[in-house]
């Protein structure tokens, strides 16, 4: 996610171990020897400089967050994450959440009191063992789903958020046709591969996936991005269709 002026993560790791997690660079800056998604930092943080913060805010948009999920499963224990909302709540905070964990139903008072906060949900495939191995510790599918329908009932502004999409068209138009309807908003990103850690996915892709290595290896090695232009335009053929409030960030 782009766009935003200050990021917000309670935490330094993540334990959900998305084979795909951008945000793996940060192992090298944490000190720690562990592979990334094996370990977690519980941050501390001033309670009264965020107050002051938020007592000299100037509408700037809001991420939580980009480098961990604010909601892993540390998150029940420690509720770094909930202690920050609460210092926002009440507030014209302009917040963003992104998480893959169903464990965001727990601060639904609080997001009820922030008027410009929206709650997003993030899946990469509706394919229940698939996500058992691109996303092995995150909330079930279905969880998800009914997580963000819950938000939607409750009056919270949400949105569905599918990314990354692996090159495979049919999940990615599947939430198209089906799951649109269920937040305010539905966000389309592709897979997006790094030079660090590039030989690493092409490497996943090769063992488990091999009918799809030549594709990966057209679109990420010799940079042909047709294949996601056309997924672009089907989808905006579909969401057009039915009316949806959508957004496309791979299209050209």
Known sequence: ???????????????????????????????????????????????KSLAKFLSSYKGERIFMSS?????????????????????????????????????????????KTMPNLK??????????????????????????LDALKTLKEQGIKTFLFVAPIFPDIAPAVKFAQDYSGIADEIIFDRLNLYPVFKDKILAFIGRNFPHLLSLYKQIYLFNDNSYYSELAANLEE?????????????KD
């Open 238 to 250: 579909i969401l057009s269709e039915q009316k949806a409030n959508y957004k496309i960030c791979f």
């Open 1 to 47: 996610m782009s766009g935003f002026n200050f990021a917000i993560n309670p935490y330094v790791g993540c334990p959900h171990v998305c084979i795909y997690c951008y945000a793996e660079f940060m192992q090298k800056m944490s000190g720690h020897t562990e592979a990334w998604g094996e370990f977690v930092d519980v941050k501390e943080f001033d309670e």
């Open 119 to 144: 709650v997003g949900l993030s899946f990469s495939t509706l394919d229940e063992n698939l996500r058992a191995v691109f996303e092995p510790r995150a909330s079930r599918i279905n969880e998800r």
């Open 67 to 111: 480098v961990t999920d604010c909601y892993n499963p540390f998150e029940a224990k420690f509720k770094n994450t909930r202690k920050i909302l609460e210092i926002l709540s009440g507030s014209n905070v302009n917040l963003q959440i992104l998480t893959k964990s169903k464990l965001v139903l727990r601060d639904t008072d609080l997001f």
